[in-house]
């Protein structure tokens, strides 16, 4: 079981950051690969990005690359979010997510494919 609490969200302009963190329970953090994921209002939640078990490898969707960057503290049990050069479409609540993984170097980018998930924070973009 892996309890998933994100931090970090607010009120911003156009253009300027951010940086989420999602803190996760337990000893096991390494064996999860994990995810971010975002949901605005009347949409349906949509894969953002994610990350290996290891941190060694990333995906993005095309609508954040270039702009977020997400890293993972396997000694802190913390995965990050920066997103840079926001924009207002960015609006929305976003979630961590953690998928129990076997493969060291694989990503998942399918909300189905998560086991867990924290309860979102709130990300505004004004222009």
């Known amino acids: 079981q892996v309890q998933l609490v994100e931090s970090g969200g607010g009120l911003v302009q156009a253009g300027g950051s951010l940086r989420l963190s999602c803190a996760a329970s337990?000893?096991?953090?390494?064996?999860?690969?994990m995810g971010w994921f975002r949901q605005a209002p009347g949409k349906e939640r949509e894969f953002v990005g994610s990350i290996t078990r290891s941190g060694s490898g990333t995906r993005y969707a095309d609508s954040v690359k270039g702009r977020f960057t997400i890293s993972r503290d396997n000694a802190k049990n913390t995965v990050y979010l920066q997103m840079n050069s926001l924009k207002p479409e960015d609006t929305a609540v976003y979630y961590c997510?953690?998928?129990?993984?076997?493969?060291?170097?694989?990503?998942?980018?399918?909300?189905?494919?998560?086991?867990?998930w924290g309860q979102g924070t709130q990300v505004t973009v004004s222009s």
């Open positions: 997510a953690a998928k129990a993984s076997a493969y060291t170097n694989y990503v998942y980018a399918k909300k189905d494919d998560y086991d867990y």
């Open positions: 337990g000893r096991t953090f390494s064996s999860y690969a």
